[in-house]
């Protein structure tokens, strides 16, 4: 995700157009990583203000974003003050990495450290002294990004942020070994170890891989957060997959509207605008039925037992409008669910006639059959009005809800738990 400021391969600024035209194609890769991560910043802020987690992981990805963007301007033209600006904007990386990390591991609040705080700026000070005293005694204005002095302190910062950065990533680490032998730590231990090849391989030293895998990661991640549970290799295949074709098919229809147009046609530009237009409007009309088809396609090809779950619920689902009695709608229920073998535990309950509690009328259990509780209605209020506004309830959904809610709010979710 970072390298440092040593000036890029020596060239002269009085670029010819092939000189300028191979220098902006080699930059694009880090002009890319600067878009997505901004985009995937703002877009995640956008949906919820309130939550901490959304602004810290959107003021990471901005803070990234910026990175790179600094990177291509620097890249492009060579001017050494951009690359002075893409390295004081990496020291702040490990900073935002911490606290944007932070709010991934359960039971940890987000670090306010005065400490953290004024080391961060006494780096970004000393950068700065350090730049404009080499600027001011170099002959040659900028050409001092080549002399030894400034060699050795962009190797130090950049020790710094890498250091930072995987500091930063070992939190995940910490917390999967914390949370041995629950759910939660495979799931922490395999962010991590994302978390470590986006470092190793998010550089921008590495040609058109490196910010490519930094906007892999940050797609992973924003859609970790989103969905409040951390992806499994499948899915985030899956997902990835899913954008790369959409990516494609949108691409590709632009370019079949606009790369036809010939160059010296007379009225090119309202032809050009007509165009995109067109095309805009059919991406607009196409992307949601475009998704659902790749993600229904893609889901039976990488997730083949949730596919084949699905389609028997389906079916399950058809067969029940044809079924009058409740004892053999739930022997139907119970007995769908046991035939797939893709369900460990299950619990059916029906109302009882008078309305006042919930009987356990069906059981599921790879471990065994056991007396089930009934469940009355009133008390368990909290966690039916959620299933009726939200459809399934999920354990850690709720478990990260606690933690972000104030104390006097935590006292129904406790309750949503125990029921669970």
């Known amino acids: 995700m970072h390298r440092g400021f040593g000036r890029p391969a020596a060239r002269p600024y009085n670029h010819g157009p092939q000189d300028t035209l191979g220098t902006l194609y080699g930059s694009l890769p880090s002009l890319l990583a600067a878009t997505v991560a901004i985009a995937i910043g703002m877009g995640v802020v956008l949906r919820d203000r309130s939550r ?47 606290r944007c990390f932070s709010s991934f591991v359960p039971n940890v609040d987000v670090p306010r450290s005065r400490l953290a705080t004024l080391l961060l ?67 922490m231990r395999y962010l991590f170890y994302a978390t470590v090849v986006a470092i190793a391989l998010g550089s ?56 036809w147009i010939p160059d010296n046609v007379a009225g090119r530009n309202t032809l050009f605008i007509f165009n995109i237009a067109v095309a805009s409007y059919a991406v607009i009309v196409l992307i949601d039925p475009v998704r659902q088809e790749l993600e229904s396609r893609i889901e039976s090809w990488l997730m083949r037992d949730r596919f084949v779950l699905r389609r028997m619920l389906r079916r399950l689902r058809f067969r029940l409008l044809n079924v009058i009695e409740e004892g053999e709608a739930i022997e139907a229920l119970v007995g769908t669910l046991r035939e797939s073998g893709r ?44 299933m009726r506004e939200q459809g399934s309830v999920l354990r850690d959904v709720l478990q990260r809800e606690r933690r972000r809610v104030p104390r006097e709010q935590t006292a129904e979710l406790d309750q949503i738990l125990q029921t669970l």
């Open 52 to 98: 901490d987690e959304f602004v810290l992981f959107a003021v990471f990805c901005v803070n990234l974003g910026l990175f790179h963007l600094a990177r291509f301007f620097w890249e492009f033209s060579g001017v050494a003050l951009f690359g002075w600006g893409a390295q004081t904007i990496s020291l702040v990386l490990p900073y935002t990495a911490n």
């Open 121 to 187: 700026a006494a780096v970004l000070l000393a950068h700065a002294s350090a730049f404009f005293v080499l600027l001011g005694r170099s002959p040659a204005g900028e050409g001092f990004v080549n002399e030894t002095p400034w060699r050795w302190i962009s190797l130090g910062l950049d020790a710094y942020v890498v250091l930072g950065l995987l500091l930063a990533g070992s939190r995940f680490w910490r917390a999967a070994r914390a949370a041995e032998g629950t759910a939660t730590a495979p799931r």
């Open 204 to 259: 921008p030293v590495i040609p058109a891989i490196g910010p490519i895998v930094t906007a892999t990661y940050l797609y992973f991640v924003a859609q970790t957060l989103l969905r409040e549970r951390l992806l499994d290799l499948p899915e985030l295949l899956s997902r990835i997959l899913i954008l790369a074709l959409l990516v494609i098919a949108v691409s590709g229809m632009y370019a079949l509207l606009l790369l």
């Open 343 to 386: 369900v460990t535990r299950a619990s059916l309950y029906t109302l009882d006639n008078l309305g006042h509690q919930l009987v356990p009328r069906g059981q599921l259990d790879e471990r065994g059959e056991t007396e089930l509780p009934r469940l009355d209605v009133v008390r368990r209020r909290p966690l039916l009005d959620r």
